[in-house]
């Protein structure tokens, strides 16, 4: 898993952002006690988008990845899921 975690908490999503995603967060990790039936990795993304606004316009180009394996937005997003953002990576 990308958290390093070998399981993430039960009664919670573990949201973790890393390189440019954590900075525009100023976070490494959030987590969410709750989320409504259906709940989706489109609705977490807008969700923080709206709590971290510096984070909103760089969800663009983040890649998903839940419990380890990326995903599509459609994906659902349940409590006892580890949701990472990961920004491109730019090397040479």
């Known amino acids: 898993m990308f958290g390093g975690r070998v399981s993430a908490a039960p009664d919670v999503v573990t949201v973790l952002f890393f390189a440019a995603a954590r900075d ?16 989706t990795v489109e609705a977490l993304s807008k969700e923080l988008a709206a709590r971290f606004p510096a984070l909103g316009v ?35």
């Open 24 to 39: 525009a967060a100023n976070t490494a990790e959030l987590t969410l006690d709750a989320v409504p039936e259906g709940y």
């Open 58 to 92: 760089r969800l663009r180009w983040v890649r998903f990845a839940v419990n380890g394996e990326y995903v599509r937005l459609e994906h659902p997003v349940r409590l006892g899921d580890e949701v990472a953002l990961i920004p491109p990576v730019a090397g040479g």
